[in-house]
């Protein structure tokens, strides 16, 4: 894809293979932002899927059901991307420094990188507006799903926690 995407055979499979284990190396010292367009949208697809546990993958495959998509941190992470891409992309359009559709591609893209820590930019988003800077805090301890190749704290713990935390609200109510 990558390959079709316009990359050489090299910088393809190079970032083929950076992509999906989520470690981040480009033959570029501009990161992703020196490769095309549509790049940057497969980027973000191999992101995300390299962002899910591995061992669904394998369930998914073998038993030939959905599991990968009845699975509750799952769908949290589908959700948390879709959500905070569309809050950072209005945001971005509003303030005037991107387009929508490059708005939304520029978000997409780095929310999905740091979630799952992989560690490709497109620019300096610290100049984008506090914001920004606050949300990729907040997503970079986050992190992507339990059983991937990614870092941080991991939806499903924090998803976790959160119902604990709701369980013990209503105790104390």
């Not at 507006?129 to 941080?152: E, K, M, N, Q, V």
Request: net charge positive; glycine share 10%; with cysteine.
């Amino acid at each position: 894809a990558y390959w079709a995407s316009g990359m050489n055979s090299f910088e393809a499979i190079n970032h083929a293979m950076t992509t999906l284990s989520t470690g981040g190396y480009s033959t570029s010292d501009q990161s992703m932002s020196h490769f095309s367009h549509a790049a940057h949208w497969i980027g973000t697809l191999f992101m995300f899927l390299g962002g899910l546990p591995f061992l669904l993958y394998v369930q998914s495959l073998t038993r030939r059901d959905t599991s990968l998509i009845r699975d509750a941190q799952v769908r949290g992470f589908f959700w948390l991307v879709v959500w905070v891409t569309l809050i950072m992309s209005f945001y971005l359009w509003h303030r005037g420094t991107f387009d929508f559709m490059d708005a939304l591609r520029i978000s997409a893209f780095n929310i999905v990188s740091v979630l799952t820590t992989t560690g490709y930019g497109l620019g300096d988003f610290g100049t984008w507006g506090p914001l920004t800077s606050i949300l990729f805090l907040f997503l970079l301890g986050l992190g992507a799903c339990s059983g991937s190749t990614a870092g941080g704290l991991k939806i499903f713990r924090v998803q976790v926690a959160f119902s604990l935390f709701r369980k013990q609200m209503r105790q104390l109510m």
